[in-house]
């Protein structure tokens, strides 16, 4: 049993020192989710300022385990101190190739940077964020990569009919880690209302 | 094996879960026991549709009978039987250690592989005993604020109570004592500041208590769930206890909100019998099916 401020980040999000980009996305996806003001997970068991310290654990622990000089910094200090040797990280196209068909598990909940809607410039920003190569995504979802640069700059004119986007959308979330169904309504929200102007 | 099933809110579904659990272990080949414990509304029998049982609990204290055996009601179910006395079986858990402890032996001695005990809703001293001296203990949630918040404070009350009874020095049962009122004047607001204030008096007890954190672990069902989101209520409680208790809850499972078991209900005939394939009674057949591995 350890305080929030004596747990290391990976205890923090509840991962494996080993765990890939993905899996910290996840983890962290999850940890925001149960942790959020209104979480009924939270309810009744936590002061608020414990849940407000909880939340800055989380964001800190994220913003450095998926950073790739960050996290390695961090896990030569504390693993240094701890007298053990730092974790191997698996590269990100392990992580990706690790699982190839990312099923979306019960804690699979989507992740929305600053609580906006999924659009091009988000699942760029994630992908990115997860330092994926757009190439490893093409090669593991079997969508080219011009469809997948259209989808992130929102050239809705050159996008394929509705319905293939619609399933190119949810392999592409999938592949992310992201919930499939989300992402797929509010793109096409943001095309909707493209066409309105 | 002796599980409990306990609390939560009543009306979160625990007897509905005890006896479809029961008969789906009993399928599963395992000579199962039911037991009523349920202090403010014994009714397992309604949910078996049998009527009330002439024989309990105290026929076997009293010694009105030589065995515990012969207080087992049969039902119409092979390999499943109902045991009933809640009011005795709770008085004897508020009497002494080697009473309770006596009769523990005498259920375990009835030789069937899995005893469930419905322990019904609340959280006074003698449900929260039988909760910890079983095997495993199961907690039944339904995703809604007064069942989370009923549910977490039955597992403060049974984690501080496992704590205090791991302990031997007053001086740390009295600071156990005090950390489970959040307004104390020791400034103990959580099991973390608890395990501090021990360590600062006594270190060989904030290690047992840290020994008891490690090998706590309840479980929890998730019952009447409608939607994904419902589902992940579930580790995410999971994760707020690891978080505050620092104990590993299990979570065993969900059961989806189902209209075939208000019917089921209403006419007296489990949902496991009268629906094997509905969903919520595949739910219970999943976990059940998880209880029997676990053995």
């Keep these: 049993m350890k305080s929030i401020k004596d747990q290391t980040y990976y205890e923090i999000l509840e991962v494996i020192p080993t765990a890939t980009d993905k899996e910290i996305q996840r983890a962290y996806e999850h940890a925001k989710e149960t942790f959020h003001t209104d979480s009924l997970a939270v309810y009744s068991l936590f002061s608020e300022g414990e849940v407000r310290e909880i939340q800055s654990a989380i964001e800190e622990a994220y913003r450095v385990l998926m950073d790739g000089a960050l996290r390695r910094s961090y896990d030569q200090s504390h693993f240094q101190t701890i007298g053990g040797q730092p974790p191997e990280k698996p590269s990100d196209a392990q992580g990706v190739s690790r699982e190839k068909k990312p099923s979306l598990s019960f804690t699979g909940i989507s992740f929305n940077p600053d609580e906006e809607l999924y659009r091009g410039k988000t699942l760029k920003q994630i992908r990115e964020r997860m330092g994926v190569e757009l190439q490893i995504i093409s090669k593991e979802t079997k969508i080219s990569i011009k469809v997948l640069e259209w989808i992130e700059e929102e050239a809705f004119e050159k996008l394929p009919a509705l319905v293939y986007l619609k399933g190119f959308l949810k392999v592409y979330a999938q592949s992310l880690g992201l919930n499939p169904q989300k992402v797929v309504e509010e793109y096409l929200l943001l095309i909707e209302e493209s066409k309105k102007k | 094996m002796i599980w409990t099933i306990g609390g939560g809110k009543g009306g979160s ?7 479809n659990m029961g008969i789906c272990l009993s399928k599963l080949g395992a000579r199962v026991v039911l037991i009523d414990a349920d202090l403010g509304g014994a009714n397992l029998h309604t949910f078996l549709g049998i009527s009330p049982p ?31 006395g809640a009011q005795d079986l709770l008085n004897a858990a508020d009497a002494k250690s080697v009473q309770k402890r006596k009769l523990v032996r005498s259920i375990q001695s009835l030789g069937s592989e899995m005893i469930l005990v419905d322990l019904g809703a609340g959280n006074s001293v003698s449900v929260l005993d039988f909760f910890l001296m079983s095997d495993g203990g ?33 001086s740390v049962k009295a600071l156990i004592d005090g950390a489970m009122d959040r307004k104390n004047e020791m400034g103990i607001q959580n099991p973390h500041d608890l395990v501090k204030a021990v360590r600062r008096i006594n270190e060989g007890e904030a290690d047992r208590i840290m020994e008891e954190v490690e090998t706590f672990h309840p479980n929890l069902i998730l019952n009447q769930v409608r939607s994904k989101k419902d589902i992940e209520i579930g580790f995410s409680i999971r994760s707020a206890c690891l978080k505050y208790f620092g104990i590993h809850l299990h979570y065993l499972g969900y059961v989806v909100y189902d209209q075939d078991v208000s019917n089921s209900i209403r006419r007296r005939r489990p949902l496991v019998l009268e629906n094997s394939r509905s969903r919520a009674a595949q739910c219970i057949m999943e976990i059940a099916s998880k209880l029997a591995n676990s053995q």
């Design chain 2, 138 to 170: 199961i907690l039944v949630v339904t995703p809604e604020p007064t069942s989370v918040e009923n549910t977490y404070r039955f597992l403060k009350s049974a984690f501080y109570r496992r704590l205090r009874q791991s302990v031997s020095s007053l």
């Design chain 2, 13 to 19: 579904g625990k007897s509905f879960i005890t006896v």
């Design chain 2, 54 to 84: 002439a024989l309990s609990l105290s026929d076997f204290i009293k010694k009105r009978v030589p065995h515990l055996r012969e207080v087992l009601i049969p039902t119409t179910i092979p390999n499943l039987q109902l045991l009933t």
